[in-house]
């Protein structure tokens, strides 16, 4: 059975910095498109960062030199380092895992609130 256990969020003041974990059971990190997704209240889930191990990872323009992703795989972990937080960055946020022929994979989400 596959699982996607997020952990690391928080309430944290703007300008502070929180790293949320997914930590993967049940499938090889190594071999999916690992993501994390945010989905504020009343708005559509969004695509945060995306990392492979062939490419370099990608980012959504607003949080573009704020916010790092990161894979530890023989941990079978992959981290979102987020530094700079504003209070738009409040969401829920999501781990997934896809892979291509592969049934796509996503955590339960973990809370992040930036408010002072």
């Known amino acids: 059975q596959v699982q996607l256990v997020e952990s690391g969020g928080g309430l944290v003041q703007p300008g502070g910095s929180l790293r949320l974990s997914c930590a993967a059971s049940g499938i090889i990190t190594s071999l999916y498109v690992m993501r994390w997704y945010r989905q504020a209240p009343g708005k559509q889930r969004e695509l945060v960062a995306t990392t492979t191990s062939s490419v370099q990872p990608n980012y959504a323009d607003s949080v573009k030199g704020r916010f790092t992703i990161s894979r530890d795989n023989p941990k079978n972990t992959v981290y979102l380092q987020m530094n700079s937080l504003k209070p738009e960055d409040t969401a829920v946020y999501y781990c997934?895992?896809?892979?291509?022929?592969?049934?796509?994979?996503w955590g339960q989400g973990t809370q992040v609130t930036v408010s002072s």
């Open positions: 997934n895992a896809l892979r291509y022929g592969y049934r796509e994979h």
